[in-house]
């Protein structure tokens, strides 16, 4: 997945030349893109301009396909190497498991308790985000332009993710119409755009912006359901 979410991975062309093209391999065919895509993915702070993300760790690194990436432990990783079996990282009751598939999975307590606390500091934070946040067009044309760099490679899918119900209400007062938006871009590409944020579940969030694992792996295999 070509995440457009709000921690997110943006089209590297803007500012690492070539950075893209370690990612696909140019001979590949008949792939499944699937690009997710929300209004905070598309917004950055009014105070800034340009892709802030050229200043950061991504802006200087030069590779991106290798495992262990050693320019990214040596250039860019500032936890200490510690953080790497959990630690500074994460919370103490928090695991991070990195599967072989690509998966990040995130251990975390689900408790209602530690739900409704997490959930309150995530919707105080993007409350905050919908005053600071102004939604951006130059960041609008790079998912434009990350949906026809994959397009020759195989078919592509535009993808609005379930939400919370306050999440999904934050969103739409934030930018108004943006599914109508994104289903004009899906079609003016010829894609096939999916607005889930109201998919059928129940799903249950971590947060009321990331879905537990349990429900991601629902509503993976619901996802697929409609791709094939």
Same mark, same amino acid.
């Given at each position: 997945?070509?995440?457009?979410?709000? &921690?997110?991975?943006?089209?590297?062309?803007?500012?690492?030349?070539?950075?893209?093209?370690?990612?696909?391999?140019?001979?590949?065919?008949?792939?499944?893109?699937?690009?997710?895509?929300?209004?905070?993915?598309?917004?950055?702070?009014?105070?800034? &301009?340009?892709?802030?993300?050229?200043?950061?760790?991504?802006?200087?690194?030069? &590779?991106?396909?290798?495992?262990?990436?050693?320019?990214?432990?040596?250039?860019?990783?500032?936890?200490?190497?510690?953080?790497?079996?959990?630690?500074?990282?994460?919370?103490?009751? &928090?695991?991070?498991?990195?599967?072989?598939?690509?998966?990040?999975?995130?251990?975390?307590?689900?408790?209602?308790?530690?739900?409704?606390?997490?959930?309150?500091?995530?919707?105080?934070?993007?409350?905050?985000?919908?005053?600071?946040?102004?939604?951006?067009?130059?960041?609008?044309?790079?998912?434009?332009?990350?949906?026809?760099?994959?397009?020759?490679?195989?078919?592509?899918?535009?993808?609005?993710?379930?939400?919370?119900?306050?999440?999904?209400?934050?969103?739409?007062?934030?930018?108004?119409?943006?599914?109508?938006?994104?289903?004009?871009?899906?079609?003016?590409?010829?894609?096939?755009?999916?607005?889930?944020?109201?998919?059928?579940?129940?799903?249950?969030?971590?947060?009321?912006?990331?879905?537990?694992?349990?429900?991601?792996?629902?509503?993976?295999?619901?996802?697929?359901?409609?791709?094939?």
């Amino acid at each position: 997945m070509f995440n457009f979410g709000f &921690t997110r991975a943006i089209p590297l062309w803007p500012y690492i030349p070539g950075g893209h093209h370690q990612k696909l391999h140019p001979a590949t065919r008949h792939g499944q893109f699937v690009v997710s895509a929300d209004p905070w993915a598309l917004s950055e702070r009014k105070d800034e &301009t340009g892709f802030p993300e050229a200043d950061r760790f991504l802006g200087r690194m030069r &590779t991106f396909n290798a495992t262990p990436n050693l320019e990214y432990l040596v250039r860019a990783y500032g936890a200490g190497w510690g953080g790497l079996i959990g630690g500074p990282l994460v919370e103490v009751d &928090t695991t991070l498991l990195l599967h072989e598939n690509g998966w990040l999975e995130v251990r975390i307590p689900m408790d209602s308790a530690s739900i409704a606390q997490r959930t309150r500091q995530k919707r105080k934070e993007y409350e905050a985000l919908a005053v600071e946040f102004t939604y951006r067009q130059d960041r609008l044309l790079y998912l434009e332009r990350t949906i026809e760099f994959l397009k020759p490679h195989g078919t592509v899918v535009l993808v609005r993710i379930p939400v919370s119900g306050w999440m999904r209400d934050l969103e739409n007062e934030y930018r108004p119409g943006f599914s109508n938006e994104m289903q004009r871009l899906a079609d003016a590409h010829h894609v096939l755009y999916v607005d889930d944020t109201e998919a059928p579940g129940p799903y249950l969030f971590t947060d009321g912006n990331h879905l537990a694992a349990t429900s991601a792996k629902e509503y993976s295999r619901w996802l697929a359901t409609r791709l094939r």
